[in-house]
Structures are given as C-alpha cells and as structure tokens.
C-alpha cells in the first residue's frame, strides 16, 4: 500500500505541471539527499517569487512522496493556498489531505480557503476545493463542509456536481448522523435524475457506498419507476464504470410488473455488446434476475440467446478475465444451462490456456454435456487424458466417469474408453480410472462387473489412497464373483499398519463383506482384521468400526448380514452442484469476487453477518489460536495475556469453546448447572468443544431496596402502571442459503425473572434435521443454556417450530467487543453452524436493583463526575405516570421524583447479573415527556452507553 501511495504522489506531481519531457523532470524532485533542505525549502516557499515558490511545493511534495516527514512546513506551505494558480493550488491540497489529520488544529486555518474556493468562477477549482475537504478526514473541517458541499451538489456545472455526489460518501463514512442531517441524501436522490449522464453515476456510486455501510439509509432513497428510467437514459451515455454502478442499483430494484421486467431488459440487452468485461457481467446479473420474474417463455428463450454470444466472446480475452469469465459462466450453467447448451465447443481446452483455465472449462464441458454432443466429449476427454500435465490429466479421466454417471445411454463408450486408458499402463492414469470406475459400479450395478478381471490385473501397480481404497471396495461389493478375493484382501491385509485410514477402513468393511458372503473360507481372515483393528490400531474411527462389525458377527450374523450387505442407493447425477439458495445468491452477486470464490460475501468480506465454519490447527496448543476457513479469526482474546471480565470475580476465565482441540476425541464434557433448579443439564456439544464446565462468577453484594419516609429533596414518588417487559422483535442470525437450509430468527426477553432466547427455527432444506443442540462462547456476562435445546425431532422439510431456550449467567466470562455480543453455535444431524448476536442490556437487569432510597445520594456522589455521562433522548408522547410504570416493568426501578418549575427529576437504579450497579437521572420537560435528558453513573463506564440504548429503546418502544 505505500508504494501504491508513492505512486499516487508521483502522478500527483505530474498533475502539477511536471511532464517528462520537460526540462526540468519528475527524477530531480525525487534524488534530491541534501541536509539542511528543510530550512532551505522553509526560505523558498516565503520567497515572493511565484516561480520560486511553486518549485519549493514540489520538492515538498516529492519529499513527502519518499517518506520524508517535512510536517514541520505546514505554515509555511498552507500560506501558498492564496494563489490564483491551478497547479500550485493542487499541490498545496494534496499536502494538506496528507497532513491534516496529524496537524488538525492548523489545518482549519485553510478552511476559509476552501469555502472561498468554492465559489471559484472557474469549476475546476470549485470541484478541486470540495475534494479536498472531503478527503480531509479530520471532524474539525467537517463542521465547515456542509455549507459548500450543499451549494456544489446544485451547482450549475456538471463536474462540480458529480465531484460533490461523491463527496457526500466521504462526509457519511466520518460523520454518518451530519450526512443524514443536512438532508444531503435526498438530495443525492434527486441527482438520479440530473441531465448529465456522469452525475448520475457517480451520484448511483455514492449512495451505493452509503448503503453498503448503512442499510437503514435505504428509507431516503427511494428508486421508482421514473428514476428507473433516468437511470436507463443515463446508461447510454455514461463511462464503462459509470455503466457498472448503474447496472449494479438496477440489480436491487424490483419492477412492477411483467411488463416493466421486458421493458428494462430489452434497454439492457445492448450493454451485453460492449467491450469491457465487467459490463456485459453486470449486465448479465441484471438480465438472470429479471428472467426469473419473465413468464413470457417465448421471450426468455429469445433472452437466453442472446446472452450466450457474448459470454463467450469473453473466452477471447486475457487468461486472468477468462478465469473470472469461467468461474461466473459456472455459475450460470448451473442456474440455466439452456443458455449455452450449444456453445460446448467454446469450452474445449487450447494447449497454451494456464492449467487455471483448463480446469474451469474442463468443470463447464462436463455441466453442458448432453446425449447430442457426448460423442465429442468423449473424444475430447480422451485426448486430454494424454496431455503431460498430471493434475489435468487426472481430472479428465474423471470426468469421463461423471459423463457415464451423468449421460446414461454413453455409459458403454465410456466404461469402453476408460478401459482403454488402463491398457496405457500409465500409473496415474490407471489409478484414476479405477475411483471412477467404482462410481460408475455404483449408478449401474450388475451391469459392468465383467470388466473386474481387467482391473485386478492392476493391482500391483496401485501406490495412492483412494485407488487403493476404490480397487478393496470393488473387490469386497463383488466378492462372491471373484475367485480369489480372499487372496487378494489378503495381500492388502499384510501391510495393514502402513496404510491409510481410508485404505484401513474400506478393507475392514470389505473382509467383513466376504466373510459373510464366503464364511466357511475367511473366518481366519474376518478374526485377525478385526484384531488390527480392535487392539493394534489407535484410530478411533477404525476401532469403532471394528467394534461395532464384531458385536454384530458374534451375537447376530443375520442382522449383520443385513446391515453390511444392504442394498445401497444410487449415487446422483450431479454431486458438485451447488445448493440451490446458495446458488440463487451467488447468481445475485456475479462480476464480484463472491462468484469467483463461489461463496457468499459474509464468508470472506468482514462487517456482514457471517456464518463461520471453524477450522482450528490440531497441532497449535495455543488456546486463542483460531483459523476461519484461512482467513477470520472468531475469538476476541487475541492474545495470550488474560482477557478483562466485568463485574469482577475470580477464575472465570476457561478455555475459549472455540478452541478446543477439532473434531479429534475429547474428555466428556462437565454439566452445565441450572441455577434454577440446579438440576445438571447435559451439554449436548461437549463431543465438539470440549470440556466446557461452567463456572460460576461471584456477585458483589448490594443494598436491597427498600422504602421509607420523609419529604427531603428525595421523597417517593413511585408510579404504577400496566406496563409489561419490552421483548424486541426477533432478528434473522442464520440464514438458509449459507446454513444448508437451516433458518434461525431469535430475540432475547425476560419473563418472571429469568433470561430466555426466543427462537423460530425453520427447515428450508429437502431433507429432515434432527439432533439439534446449541452451547454459547464465553461472553461479557457469562449468559449461557440452563436447560438442553428442545426442538421437535425430526424437523420436516419446509417447517417451522418455535424455541424458547431458557438461559442462566453462570457460564465462564470474558470482555467481548462490542460489549453485549454473544457467539453461538448450533449443531444439528447436518453440520454446526456458528453465528452472533447481541444481547440487549435491560435482559440482564435484575428485580433486585432498587437501591434504598438513602443510599442513593451518598453513592451518586461516591460515583467521580467523569465517569457521568449525558444524553438527550427523543421527543416522548408519554405521561410521567406512563414512563416511571415503563422503566419499573424492566428492572429500573424509580428511587425519588422531584418536580421543579416545570421541570420532573426521575432518580433510578438498576443492577446487572454480575452485580454492576447504574445510576441515572431523568429529566422531563412539560406534562407529557418533552425532550427527556439522560444522566447515567456507574463505576464501569464501559456499560453506561448500553444502558444509554436499553433505556431509550423501552421508552420509545
């Protein structure tokens, strides 16, 4: 990122006015090693001389570009801004956007500059001005920006106003509330509809970047038909980018009807011609959704024709975009193979594509093959399979077998030409066509058995895994036609220790499918594998399988015969294909880097709700050393150091859940204890995490409430009302498409006392799920399961059922951030499934918070003054009577009311689960609430802002 920015600097500088073929070149500003220069450029830009002075900028500015610190000439630099001259006034900016965050408090000195220069007669230096202190992230300089950024976004030129759409994207990613303020998004909306093609787009590109990190400013800019149209007019006339942004927000939109879907993708359709890549992708994207709401097929079909041309006229470009072409193209196969279902000769590999490329088009040819052009397939895939590239070579036999699987009536030729491959005798290429071969036995039994002589011919040359372990497979399923079998597993039995898990556990199964096929003859062989694999070998897996094959023998053969021997289903047409709501979502994200990966954004693009798979290193003892698929890390604790609890207390901090050893065997996990019944509550997840025993945190004792009398500045004035515990609307914290179709909605709520997550689970997957469990990650307030997750078993297909999981806080601690997150994971017959949410602060306030009202003063001023923080809530429609009744519904409870010259005082205490008292005044204006203003106090300030949002949420809700 530095060299990018020294050659930003450098382009800079030519901007200025250095060309290279002037005299005086870029190289001489930046091979300048003189001592002293500072003091030296200090008397050049003072000098009166305008050349002079312009010459002491760029050699400020290339020394800046080198990595010198030449801050120390701020002043000096700043005092050259008065100038009438374009290029040195740009060079001054560029210093100033680089310095200004370290040298905030003289930077305001050129915010007159700015604003006069906003109202420059020339545009240029208009635009040039509103840049500047858009790019200045300093808040000072803000405060002075709304007033010129407001007149340069209705300005009269139209590169002041695309300049000033994009400013406003700045000013919201420093100040999101100023942005929403000023009103500067709405007016942004009215930019979709400018006359000049170029604000629009970059007006598209702001709001686009606003909503990436703000959804909620959604309700401000609203997209409807005309602007739509706008949009579309724009389209035409617009840069290739411009276009992409464009396309992008047509993406999000949905039309009325029908007839509007037609319309948009017959004014589309020509971007499909253009040649930059990223178009005719964005494009595209824009087309496969509205198709989906096209029920005009005659119409669709005319569609899909026309999006194959180009799709492949992107096969032609660089292999880099060829790539990211194919791996779209995938996709879209797989949604609508119709598309390209005559252009499979688009994807027959060229000698000199990067193995990259071959692999992708390989992956492609094999989604389009058909009964119509299996026959150039085929004899494309042989010719492959005699390439020199190993890994290629290797994939094409393969897909030789996925034809067989996929296109039933070419099964023959290609059981025919893989037979033919063998006779090469070259080892890999055997080895390979033996794995396929096996699937092929799978999807058409006793029909091809004929063919095993010819593979057991190749035994000895059998050296990997997986060949091994397909060649036992084949032999065990076919025993009873294969003469020597026995002698054969035999052979592979000798060298059992040094073989493969995989190999170990095919050939147990495999001898144990001979001896009940041929017992008479392999009771000494069955007896001696189940002993390797009983009482030599250390591998759980292998262990239990034996186990489980000896008890079976040894009490009933009949019943053992049925379960090794079962009749098994076919093996699919398609095992690669991705799950159809993933699918959908990717299709929605193609010419983004989600349609290369072939995963959702949330899985790799942090800041979006994620649903983590944890891969944790079984060789790192470290216990906050975590891998996320190779990229996130998902604990807080970052280090070895002992993370900070809240509350105080003692030993809270255990093994991270998340750190455990995984999924190797683990200890059996210690009972979580119900602290309502302290009945031990099985941990349904201690074979995945762990040793997960809970301990609980000791809570400091405080004042129980109490009343009392006298009418001192702290009388009693206790409201009582209907009011009930807040409970928010659930939130979505799993989603289907990235959960293998499992969807989870979920809310907190306090109900007599006691925590519980409310949650509505649902199936959307095509098969049952049962064998639901559910275990927390340590958090700030140790909230953890009291009691198992009951859900319905099985889960059916398309239900939904409701959950209310009934938690406790004597799980172990640690101090997350944000302060309130809790990670959880969920784990049903299916996966586990990892995500977050965020525990709202009044379910953690207890019924035991009401502080005696003596007490209250004395511990209000025990409390220092910085540790008071103030807020102003908003306009209430609620009596007083009504908001006293609504805070002691949620454990705040009301110590003393004062009344004064208008004004009502509402003195309160609260209290965590983990013995943190909080103090609060509230103050109302007027009979029914005015502006409330907040004052909380607490000795752990940390968790005054949470209770800032706790209060102001029940009171509005």
Not at 589 to 617: D, T, W
Request: one cysteine or more; aromatic letters at 6%.
């Amino acid at each position: 990122r530095s060299n990018e920015y020294k050659s930003y600097l450098r382009a800079m500088v030519s901007l200025g006015g250095i060309s290279i073929g002037s005299k005086m070149s870029d190289s001489k500003y930046f091979n300048t090693q003189k001592k002293g220069e500072i003091f030296e450029l200090k008397a050049e830009l003072n000098s009166d001389k305008k050349e002079k002075k312009k010459e002491a900028v760029k050699k400020v500015i290339a020394s800046m570009t080198v990595g010198k610190d030449v801050s120390g000439l701020f002043t000096d630099v700043t005092k050259c801004i008065q100038t009438d001259n374009l290029e040195l006034k740009k060079l001054v900016y560029l210093y100033l956007i680089n310095y200004a965050k370290t040298q905030p408090d003289l930077a305001i000195l050129a915010v007159n500059t700015f604003v006069k220069d906003c109202e420059d007669p020339n545009p240029l230096i208009r635009a040039l001005a509103v840049r500047t202190m858009g790019c200045i992230r300093v808040e000072k300089i803000t405060e002075y920006l709304c007033e010129p950024l407001r007149k340069c976004l209705k300005d009269e030129d139209p590169y002041v106003r695309k300049t000033a759409a994009v400013c406003v994207a700045k000013l919201h990613d420093i100040s999101a509330a100023r942005v929403e303020d000023q009103g500067f998004l709405e007016t942004l909306g009215e930019l979709l509809c400018d006359g000049n093609p170029m604000v629009v787009a970059n007006a598209v590109a702001a709001i686009t970047e606003i909503l990436d990190t703000n959804p909620s400013a959604a309700t401000q800019v609203k997209i409807d038909t005309p602007t739509v149209n706008k949009l579309l007019t724009a389209l035409n006339e617009c840069t290739e980018w411009g276009q992409i942004f464009i396309l992008d927000s047509l993406n999000n939109y949905n039309p009325r009807d029908e007839k509007e879907s037609i319309s948009i993708c017959e004014r589309i359709t020509p971007r499909l011609a253009h040649a930059n890549a990223a178009v005719v992708l964005s494009a595209v994207k824009v087309l496969m959704k509205l198709m989906e709401r096209i029920q005009n097929t005659e119409f669709v079909q005319i569609l899909q024709k026309k999006l194959a041309p180009p799709l492949v006229t992107l096969l032609s470009a660089e292999s880099e975009i060829q790539y990211v072409a194919l791996r779209n193209i995938n996709l879209i196969v797989q949604k609508r193979p119709d598309i390209l279902k005559h252009e499979i000769k688009a994807f027959f590999v060229k000698y000199n594509d990067p193995i990259y490329v071959k692999l992708e088009k390989l992956d492609i040819m094999i989604r389009l093959s058909a009964q119509g052009n299996i026959n150039q397939v085929l004899a494309e895939l042989k010719e492959y399979a005699t390439e020199v590239d190993v890994d290629f070579v290797r994939k094409a036999v393969r897909a030789i077998g996925r034809c067989a699987i996929k296109v039933e009536p070419s099964a023959e030729r290609c059981v025919q030409t893989l037979l033919e491959l063998i006779q090469t005798k070259v080892n890999y290429v055997v080895q390979e066509a033996i794995v396929v071969i096996k699937d092929i036995f799978r999807k058409y039994p006793n029909k091809y058995e004929s063919i095993i002589s010819t593979l057991c011919e190749n035994l000895d040359s059998l050296d990997e895994p997986e060949a091994r372990a397909a060649m036992i497979w084949i032999v065990g399923e076919y025993a009873e036609r294969i003469d020597n079998a026995d002698e054969i597993l035999q052979s592979f039995l000798d060298g059992f220790h040094d073989e493969n898990t995989q190999v170990q556990l095919q050939l147990l199964t495999a001898i144990v499918k001979l001896f009940l096929k041929k017992p008479q003859e392999t009771q000494e062989l069955v007896q001696k594998v189940l002993s390797l694999a009983t009482q030599d070998s250390d591998n759980p897996d292998l262990r239990d399988r034996g186990y489980i094959y000896w008890r079976l023998l040894s009490t009933d053969p009949a019943a053992a015969k049925e379960v090794v021997l079962a009749e098994k289903p076919l093996i699919s047409e398609e095992t690669d294909l991705i799950e159809p709501t993933l699918l959908d979502e990717l299709v929605g994200h193609i010419s983004s880097l989600a349609s290369v990966y072939h995963r959702p954004p949330s899985a790799f693009v942090e800041g979006r709700v994620p649903v983590r798979k944890i891969a944790v290193n079984r060789n790192v003892e470290s216990e906050d050393t975590h891998e996320i698929e190779g990229e996130h890390v998902y604990a807080d604790g970052e280090s070895a150091a002992p993370p900070d609890t809240i509350g105080g207390g003692e030993n809270l901090l255990i093994g991270d859940l998340l750190s455990m050893d995984y999924p190797a065997p683990t200890p059996a996990a210690q009972p979580v204890t119900n602290v309502n019944n302290n009945q031990p509550v099985a941990d349904l997840l201690g074979d995945i995490f762990g040793d997960m025993g809970i301990q609980s945190a000791p809570v400091a004792q405080a004042p129980s409430g109490g009343g009392g009398v006298g009418m001192d500045l702290f009388s009693l004035g206790m409201a009582s009302g209907g009011a009930t515990n807040y409970t928010a609307p659930h939130q979505k914290v799993l989603d289907a498409s990235q959960a293998k179709g499992l969807e989870v909605t979920a809310t907190f709520a306090r109900r007599n006392n006691a925590i519980f997550m409310d949650m509505n689970i649902t199936n959307k997957s095509m098969m049952n799920m049962a064998g639901f469990a559910i275990q927390f990650n340590k958090n700030s307030f140790g909230v953890a399961p009291s009691a198992p997750l009951n859900v319905q078993s099985p889960l059916l297909p398309g239900s939904t059922t409701s959950v209310s999981l009934p938690l406790n806080t004597s799980g172990p601690v640690m101090k997350m951030t944000p302060l309130l997150k809790v990670q959880i994971a969920m784990k049903n017959d299916i996966d586990v499934f990892y995500f977050e949410h965020f525990i709202p602060a009044y379910v953690l306030f207890t019924g035991d918070g009401c502080m005696e009202r003596n007490q209250f003063p004395s511990t209000w001023r025990e409390i220092p003054d910085e540790k008071e923080q103030k807020f102003q809530l908003a306009p209430s429609n609620k009596s007083q009577e009504q908001i006293e009744a609504t805070l002691k519904a949620n454990n705040v409870f009301v110590i003393a009311t004062r009344n004064n010259d208008g004004e009502s005082h509402i003195y309160v205490s609260l209290k965590f689960t983990n013995g943190i008292w909080v103090l609060g005044e509230l103050k109302l204006r007027g009979m029914m609430g005015g502006n409330p203003e907040l004052s909380l106090k607490a000795n752990t300030v940390e968790i005054i802002p949470e209770v800032h949002v706790a209060l102001r949420t029940i009171l509005e809700a």
